[in-house]
């Protein structure tokens, strides 16, 4: 596990960053994204990809553990990542009659594009290899560290760019 620990500092520093951009990006577009429920839902997915990235970092990091130990802690992340994505995917979904054609295409470019299903999926797919004690399961968490923070990525660029006013 000590040789993972360069990893979750580059992944953790990365996803703590894009964090604090992801601030940035919804406070310049703070007019748009306060009147639309569905982006203030989709925000919010993008920070939980972010988040969800810093955990990992920060499970991978811990000293000590068993790979069994962290893929159950996995698990659960992936459970509790999953489901807020959900609730957040449908809150914005439910706003689809409120919003107007700027806000209707970005929208439909964030859902296409913000990978959080596939996240979650790979985190659990992760954990449970980890807990069978697959020595594989620590090279193939990668994955969901990349997608995660490339897809919040692109929905921060979306959401700042793609907004007018």
Request: proline share 2%; glycine share 8%.
């Amino acid at each position: 596990m000590e040789n993972w620990s360069r990893f979750a500092t580059v992944a953790g520093g990365a996803a703590a960053g894009l964090t604090g951009l992801l601030f940035v990006a919804v406070s310049v577009r703070i007019d748009a994204i306060a009147k639309s429920q569905e982006l203030r839902n989709r925000a919010a997915q993008t920070l939980a990809l972010f988040v969800t990235g810093l955990f990992i970092a920060i499970l991978l990091s811990i000293p000590g553990q068993s790979l069994a130990v962290l893929g159950a802690e996995l698990v659960g992340l992936a459970v509790i990542s999953g489901g807020a994505m959900l609730v957040l995917d449908r809150r914005a979904r439910l706003a689809l009659n409120t919003r107007d054609a700027t806000t209707h295409a970005v929208a439909l470019i964030l859902d296409a594009v913000a990978p959080n299903a596939i996240t979650s999926a790979l985190l659990l797919i992760h954990g449970v290899l980890l807990i069978c004690e697959v020595r594989a399961g620590l090279d193939v968490l990668v994955l969901p560290v990349l997608v995660a923070l490339a897809g919040g990525v692109t929905s921060a660029w979306l959401l700042l760019t793609k907004i007018h006013p």
